[in-house]
């Protein structure tokens, strides 16, 4: 069964680096995401991405972040200058539509620990 | 804007009892809505969806749930729990139209007693 996969998963860095989650979504998936999960606390929206652009994005996707889809394969998470509170689980996930119905499947996630 | 309530976050049932995990909506539209599972240390893994269509949908490992529009509500349920049932469960809750993300509940953890 096809998966979406992410690297790393686990990266520690220290607060203010950058850091770079990888994913490679399902090959003919169209919508690609971005969610996050503090440790003990729900999962978060961060973004969605669609037809190489942000299609829509929450409050804490803030200009520290951003996403790229650089080479048609790998849609990546970019977190510039790191906080203690970036500290998460991040997950990708991609999604295709069809027959009007839309099933997102998640990666493993990337545990990120800003120390 | 819609929203997920999981009510309680912590479940415990013996094996082979029922498994009852709660899940209400609030949506503007007609939703979808989504069971997800995450074992420890694991990603999100995709148990059952409701998107249109028969009310009780069956999922992977047994498990089914109903939509109930009157009662704005999505519970999961298992008749007989294994001990690999034990996880996290989310419900989630999608508008069509809405860049397609879902929006989470803050999840139920599952223990099985032997």
């Known amino acids: 069964e096809p998966e979406v996969t992410q690297t790393p998963s686990h990266q520690v860095t220290q607060m203010g680096q950058e850091v770079i989650l990888r994913c490679v979504p399902i090959?003919?998936?169209?919508?690609f995401y971005w969610y996050r999960q503090i440790l003990g606390q729900k999962v978060e929206f961060l973004v969605s991405?669609?037809?190489?652009?942000?299609?829509?994005k929450s409050e804490i996707f803030d200009d520290q972040f951003s996403v790229e889809r650089p080479d048609g394969s790998n849609f990546t998470l970019k977190i510039r200058s790191t906080k203690l509170e970036d500290s998460a689980m991040y997950f990708c996930?991609?999604?295709?539509?069809?027959?009007?119905?839309?099933?997102?499947?998640f990666g493993e996630g990337s545990w990120l620990t800003v120390v | 804007a819609q929203s997920v309530t999981q009510l309680g976050s912590h479940v415990s049932v013996s094996e082979g009892a029922l498994v009852l995990l709660r899940c209400n909506y609030s949506?503007?539209?007609?939703?979808?809505l989504f069971w997800y599972v995450q074992y420890p240390n694991q990603g999100l893994q995709l148990l059952l969806k409701?998107?249109?269509?028969?009310?009780l949908v069956k999922g992977i490992n047994g498990f089914e749930a109903e939509f109930k529009k009157s009662e704005t509500s999505f519970h999961l349920t298992k008749p007989s729990a294994h001990m690999s049932d034990a996880a996290e469960y989310f419900c989630?809750?999608?508008?069509?139209?809405?860049?397609?993300?879902?929006?989470f509940g803050s999840g139920t953890q599952l223990t099985v007693l032997p």
């Open positions: 996930a991609s999604s295709v539509v069809t027959g009007g119905r839309n099933t997102i499947y």
């Open positions: 090959s003919n998936h169209l919508y």
């Open positions: 991405f669609y037809n190489n652009e942000i299609s829509e």
């Open positions: 949506s503007s539209v007609p939703p979808y």
């Open positions: 409701y998107t249109t269509g028969a009310t």
């Open positions: 989630a809750v999608s508008v069509p139209g809405s860049a397609r993300q879902l929006t």
